[in-house]
């Protein structure tokens, strides 16, 4: 995926080239639109196969028609947007069951969560790994091996050592935060921009959502969507969207997981109910892109860059939300499993982002959208320090400031531009 072939490298590919020698299928899933179909093209070209594109009517028919030959097919079997049939999945256990379960028989893609779908999309339990695609990294845009979570899980002294002093302004940062990261989103112009984010909206509850689940109210799930983009970055309060939109709770409560499962909204869940009984269980919101929660919410650069009092408001929730996604797309290239949650507890003290490794070591940030940092910023990670003890290895925050410095022990503060400038390479994991 070269810049001369107008493709952006994407580091998922990488991990899927991986998992293709380990694994029996491998599931790519994500919202629409984010690429999955592009990467598979690469992975089946790498192999000398076809894609078999069921979001084409016409193949949809033939493969139905035909599961058996199709499935005997050339390994890897290259299945676009499986969810169309979901009986290919029974096609690929029985060829499994002859075969054996050997490293790479299929690789398929969906635009849902493969436990959205009905009974028969459960055939492969425990011969199926899902990897998700996020939308496109601040690194992968600019063609930057982008290493921050890492770099920091092995030396974080090292990390604020190395780095230079940021040049990005606020008014990148909020550029950047509007244009997220959808590939068919970002390059375009802020009206082509704005006019393809409605598209997209309508298209997911009007086609993805309608064949997921019968939704009645179609407005509503629009509404909900908007609603949910207002509190993107904060704790999720579904009974005071519901009211606001005008439906029981237990509709929104179903509509947000519907929101789910087209990867359209993602809950980020309260972490470390062990540490102390006071801490809260709620999850936060955080919409899959910021650049669609900047649309719903119809905020532009210009207008997140002042600082009228709402606007500060607004840019810090959607600067949030663009940070969370960031290192989420990070960790999900990494091989070590990473708890992904946020902390705080009943009092107000709280943390962003959590990151537990499998050895229980921590990596947690805080995300300021102002330049300097006072004292009560780092509070959080301050008491989140001291419960953990050994096992808190950094406490990083994200300002869009221009310095970067240690604030205390294991607690420092970074520009956000960091997160996909690359660090030097000498830096690795344990």
């Known amino acids: 995926m070269s810049a001369e072939s107008g493709l952006i490298a994407r580091r998922v590919s990488g991990v899927l080239t991986r998992l293709v020698t380990e694994e029996p299928v491998i599931a790519l899933h994500g919202p629409r639109s984010v690429g999955k179909s592009t990467v598979l093209r690469i992975l089946a070209h790498e192999y000398g196969v076809e894609v078999i594109d069921l979001d084409d009517i016409e193949v949809r028919d033939a493969v139905a028609g035909n599961l058996g030959a199709v ?3 050339k390994a890897p079997l290259c299945i676009d947007e499986y969810q169309r049939v979901p009986e290919v999945l029974d096609a690929i256990k029985t060829r499994l ?40 990294s601040q690194g992968e845009l600019e063609a930057s091996n982008e290493n921050f979570l890492e ?58 959502a309608l064949e997921l689940s019968r939704v009645r109210q179609r407005q509503s799930l629009v509404e909900l969507l908007t609603r949910l983009a207002s509190q993107t970055g904060q704790l999720l309060n579904i009974t005071k969207v519901a009211e606001a939109i005008g439906v029981e709770r237990k509709t929104a409560e179903a509509h947000l997981r519907l929101l789910e499962d087209l990867f ?16 809260s269980v709620r999850p936060k919101v955080h919409l899959v892109d910021s650049g669609l929660a900047a649309r719903l919410l119809r905020l532009t650069p210009s207008r997140l860059a002042t600082l009228d009092p709402a606007a500060l408001t607004d840019f810090g929730n ?53 330049q300097r940092i006072a004292g009560t910023d780092v509070s959080g990670l301050r008491q989140l320090r001291d419960a953990l003890g050994s096992r808190f290895r950094a406490g990083i ?30 830096i690795t994991a344990d």
């Open 71 to 73: 499935i005997a097919g």
């Open 97 to 136: 069951n002859r075969e054996g379960s050997r490293p790479g028989l299929a690789v398929i893609t969906g635009s849902t969560r493969q436990d959205a779908l009905p009974s028969t999309a459960q055939a492969l339990t425990g011969r199926l790994h899902t990897v998700t695609i996020w939308p496109l």
């Open 151 to 208: 770099a920091l899980r092995a030396e974080p002294d090292q990390v604020v050592a190395r780095h230079p002093a940021s040049d990005t302004t606020r008014e990148d940062y909020a550029a950047r935060v509007c244009a997220g990261g959808l590939p068919l989103a970002v390059r375009r112009s802020q009206t082509a921009r704005a006019r393809w984010f409605d598209d997209f909206v309508r298209q997911s509850v009007e086609r993805d």
């Open 264 to 279: 359209l909204v993602v809950r980020l869940p309260g972490w470390g109910k062990t540490l102390r009984s006071r801490v």
């Open 318 to 370: 959607l600067l949030e939300t663009f940070v969370v996604g960031e290192l989420r797309k990070q960790a999900s290239w990494l091989d070590e499993q990473i708890t992904l949650g946020h902390w705080r507890t009943s009092d107000g003290t709280e943390v962003d982002l959590v990151a537990e490794f499998d050895d229980g070591q921590v990596l947690a940030f805080e995300v300021k959208a102002n």
């Open 397 to 426: 925050v994200l300002t869009t400031g221009r310095r970067t410095y240690t604030q205390s022990d294991r607690i420092h503060v970074m520009p956000i531009d960091h997160l996909w400038r690359p660090t030097p390479s000498n």
